[in-house]
Structures are given as structure tokens and as C-alpha cells.
């Protein structure tokens, strides 16, 4: 019994904390969406594992027309696409901008591309120059991202080439681009040059290298203020990692195949333990998570209790985790019913986060600034405990589009949608004892979430 009251307490504090977190529907209507960032201005770029880059604008409106479309030249499937996108820092005045695709051969590829000169909404589709081709053994663990850093080289994750556990070591063999962080100058060159201050520079086939030890460095970013470099690695079979570490700090090993987060894992021929950059954060999969996507360390201005926390979430485990600089980690309730695949930052510093499931952009909000910010979308719920029904009591006028009861563990257990403003009454006859998530969306697509216990 007293283990019992003890979750009840810590599942309603963690509860009342994880309402800060908000998820408003921004747009919807992608397909697959991987990766949304800007061009130093008010609009946003989606990324489509289809090789399509759609623009979209402030105010959640789609253009027409995408912005590049490569499909011809991708292989769509699995972990395979259209996966990377980053500005030149200098695009408002040259126009640059950069994309990471696997081609038709499964090799993954960096290319550079210019917009139209005549139509900012249109890149020209026959600018491309392909930088680098890298030969992709399997067909998984690709990495994706690409990102300038504060120094303004261009940065690439590169994961370890796929078949699990990466038996051949590639992320320790400094003779090959996988299971790396490479860094390159695209602004001198032909295509690119080396920066100085790589870590390996004149050893055959590590120029670029910039950090070893990756397994699959899926999403990673900067911290706009502080410069660090955060990078979420995708785990093996048991465990997800966030790293982070200046982004001066060159030849940095993540450890992995040696170490999976900080456990060890095929130790064989490993430089010492002690010469290994060990994770901020691990996250378990006893706790649901599988695939770790990273965001980034928030630096807008609408929400100041979000300022300098690191955001991330897990394509298994659909809830939102914001961490601290020294590891402190909270989560968000569940959203269940995306998976999600990427997060995104607009030019003021605010974030959003994608689905790939669905198709729909989020934007993230702190519903906890106020009594006027929490009434716009504000519902009772009663009785609670319930038995067989719930009522849902609207305030003014904000009412219920769609309503949604999760279990603790993010599974969608019933959905109901609304034919009118009369959405009051929610039948549950099935639902044994227990708590329940109770998510209810308004017509602005404003979602806010209820615990729920049935007796």
C-alpha cells in the first residue's frame, strides 16, 4: 500500500510539473518530415525523407510549390532519404545553402546548392555540386544532420555504417569517415578545405574528422549563446546518450563500439577508458525509449523558464525530456501518437517538433506563464475518479475538437472527435482501474492534458 501512495505522489508531482510543456499544432500535411530549420529569416524549412523542401511560413501556411525537389536522385526507405539541411551563416547574401541525402548507390552525399536568382521561395534545382561521397555499407545508421557551428565550418554527423554493434570498429578506425563528427570549410577550396585545427589532419582518410566514437549521431545542434555542442547518439540495444562539450574542443572519442553510453560493450582493442568523453545523460530502454532524436538548448524569448535547457525527445517514447547543463533531466507528459522524428528552430529561438507518422508540426509552448494563458485552453473534467464516463465542461468559448485517453505507458486507448461544439460526454466503459492520460484538443489545435483516475 505504501509503495502504491508513494507512485500516486510522484506520478501526480511529476504530472503537475510536465504541464509547462505544451504542443500546439502548428501545420500539418508533410510527409515524413526529418529535419525543419531557417534561413535567418520568419520562415521555416521542412524537410521530407522524399527529397522534397517545403517553406513554411510564420503565420502555418504551406507554399505551393517546394522549395528543392531531389527525389530522383534519393533512395527512400528505412533510414534512408533526403536527411539534412543547413543555411550558409552568409545565405541572405550568397544564397548557399547545404543538403545530406543517401543517392541512388546507398552512399551518402553532401551537396551544395544555391537559391533562384530571380524567386527566394525556389532554389535552383540545377545548382548542385556535390562536396563529398561517402560509400554507406548498409543501409542504417546513416546519421543525417548537418549543422554550421559557431566557427562557421560546416558540421556532419556520420553514423557507423549499420549492421548492429558495428563489428568492423568503424567508429574508432580514424582511416574512415563512419561513426563520426566531421568538419569541413566550405568557404575555401574545391569543393571544400580541411580546417587547420582538425584533430587528424595528414592521416589518410581522416582530414574531416573533427570527433570519433559515434554510433549514429542522429540530430545535433548548438547552443546559440554558450556554443556548446550537443549531440544526441543513438544507442544499441539498451541505452540512448546526450553528449555535450565546447564546440572548441577538437578529437573528442564518444567511445562507442567500446562503450555504449558509459557500460561497457566490446572493450577489444580499446585506447583506455580514461581517454573517452562519457555521456551528460543516458536514458535506458526500461524506460520506453529506443531512438533518441536531440533538439536544441532553447535561446527565444517567449518562454524564459525554458532558457538554457536542452530539449530531446525519443521516437519510441513520446514525451518531451528538457535537461539542464549538468544533467538534471525533466519530461513532459506523454503525446501519444507521434513518433516523433525531429525538433526545429525558427529565427527567434523558438522550437517546434515534428512527427514523422502524422505529418504535423508542433510548436513548443510553456502553458504554466499564467491564470490567462492556462484559461485559453482550460477544460474541467469530472468526475474524477470516474467509472464508466467523463464529462468535459467547456470555458467560454474554447471547446473540445478531439479528446484522447492514453495509458501511463503513451498507448492511445480511446479517441473521440467532436461533430459539434457539444462535446461533453466521453464514454469508457472498457478502461479498468487504474490512471489515465486524458488529452483534449481545442479547435486551435491547442492540446491540454488530465490526469484521469478510474475506480
Given at each position: 500500500m505504501k509503495i502504491a501512495l508513494l507512485f500516486l505522489t510522484l506520478f501526480c508531482l511529476n504530472f503537475s510539473y510536465s504541464q509547462t510543456i505544451g504542443l500546439q499544432t502548428f501545420a500539418t500535411g508533410f510527409t515524413r518530415p526529418l529535419e525543419i530549420t531557417n534561413a535567418g529569416d520568419s520562415r521555416l524549412f521542412v524537410v521530407e525523407q522524399g527529397g522534397i523542401i517545403k517553406i513554411l511560413n510564420s503565420d502555418g501556411t504551406t507554399n505551393p510549390n517546394p522549395f528543392l525537389n531531389i527525389s530522383s536522385l534519393i533512395t527512400n526507405s528505412g533510414e534512408r532519404g533526403l536527411l539534412g539541411l543547413a543555411f550558409h551563416p552568409n545565405y541572405a547574401t550568397n544564397g548557399f545553402f547545404f543538403i545530406n541525402y543517401i543517392n541512388l548507390a546507398g552512399n551518402t552525399v553532401i551537396a551544395k546548392y544555391s537559391v533562384s536568382s530571380g524567386n527566394p521561395n525556389i532554389a535552383n534545382a540545377a545548382s548542385g555540386i556535390i562536396l563529398l561521397t561517402i560509400a554507406q555499407p548498409y543501409t542504417n545508421h546513416n546519421g543525417?544532420?548537418?549543422?554550421?557551428?559557431?566557427?562557421?565550418?560546416?558540421?556532419?554527423?556520420?553514423?557507423?555504417?549499420?549492421?548492429?554493434?558495428?563489428?568492423?570498429?568503424?567508429?574508432?578506425?580514424?582511416?574512415?569517415?563512419?561513426?563520426?563528427?566531421?568538419?569541413?570549410?566550405?568557404?575555401?577550396?574545391?569543393?571544400?578545405?580541411?580546417?587547420?585545427?582538425?584533430?587528424?589532419?595528414g592521416i589518410t582518410g581522416a582530414d574531416e574528422i573533427w570527433a570519433i566514437g559515434l554510433r549514429n549521431p542522429w540530430k545535433?545542434?548548438?547552443?546559440?549563446?554558450?556554443?556548446?555542442?550537443?549531440?544526441?547518439?543513438?544507442?544499441?540495444?539498451?541505452i540512448e546518450e546526450i553528449n555535450s562539450?565546447?564546440?572548441?574542443?577538437?578529437?573528442?572519442?564518444?567511445?562507442?563500439?567500446?562503450y555504449e553510453g558509459d557500460n561497457d560493450y566490446n572493450t577489444a582493442s580499446c585506447a583506455p577508458k580514461s581517454t573517452m568523453k562519457f555521456p551528460l545523460k543516458t536514458i535506458n530502454h526500461n524506460t520506453g525509449a529506443c531512438s533518441i532524436t536531440g533538439g536544441y538548448v532553447y535561446n527565444g524569448t517567449t518562454y524564459p523558464k525554458f532558457k538554457g535547457l536542452y530539449f530531446f525527445t525519443d521516437y519510441c517514447d513520446p514525451k518531451i525530456g528538457m535537461l539542464t547543463d549538468n544533467g538534471t533531466l525533466t519530461y513532459s507528459s506523454m503525446y501519444g501518437g507521434n513518433n516523433f522524428s525531429t525538433f526545429g528552430e525558427d529565427n527567434a529561438g523558438e522550437l517546434y517538433v515534428a512527427a514523422i507518422n502524422n505529418g504535423a508540426i508542433y510548436k513548443i509552448t510553456d502553458t504554466s506563464l499564467g491564470l490567462n494563458s492556462n484559461e485559453k485552453i482550460a477544460f474541467?473534467?469530472?468526475?474524477?475518479?470516474?467509472?464508466?464516463?467523463?464529462?468535459?465542461?467547456?470555458?467560454?468559448?474554447?471547446?473540445?475538437?478531439?479528446?484522447?485517453?492514453?495509458?501511463?505507458?503513451?498507448?492511445?486507448?480511446?479517441?473521440?472527435?467532436?461533430?459539434?461544439?457539444?462535446?461533453?460526454?466521453?464514454?469508457?466503459?472498457?478502461?479498468?482501474?487504474?490512471?489515465?492520460?486524458?488529452?483534449?484538443?481545442?479547435?486551435?489545435?491547442?492540446?491540454?492534458n488530465y490526469k484521469l483516475v478510474v475506480k
Open positions: 543525417g544532420t548537418l549543422k554550421f557551428g559557431p566557427d562557421g565550418y560546416l558540421y556532419i554527423g556520420m553514423g557507423d555504417g549499420g549492421d548492429g554493434g558495428d563489428p568492423g570498429n568503424r567508429a574508432q578506425n580514424i582511416n574512415e569517415l563512419l561513426g563520426k563528427m566531421l568538419r569541413i570549410d566550405v568557404n575555401s577550396g574545391n569543393p571544400y578545405s580541411i580546417p587547420s585545427g582538425n584533430p587528424y589532419v545535433f545542434s548548438f547552443d546559440k549563446t554558450l556554443g556548446n555542442l550537443w549531440i544526441a547518439d543513438v544507442g544499441q540495444g539498451q562539450a565546447p564546440s572548441s574542443q577538437s578529437g573528442l572519442n564518444y567511445g562507442w563500439r567500446c474541467s473534467v469530472y468526475p474524477n475518479p470516474a467509472k464508466s464516463e467523463i464529462i468535459i465542461q467547456n470555458s467560454n468559448e474554447n471547446y473540445p475538437a478531439e479528446v484522447m485517453i492514453y495509458d501511463l505507458d503513451g498507448k492511445l486507448l480511446l479517441k473521440q472527435k467532436a461533430e459539434d461544439k457539444n462535446l461533453n460526454t466521453v464514454k469508457m466503459d472498457n478502461l479498468s482501474q487504474g490512471l489515465y492520460i486524458v488529452s483534449i484538443k481545442n479547435k486551435e489545435g491547442n492540446v491540454s
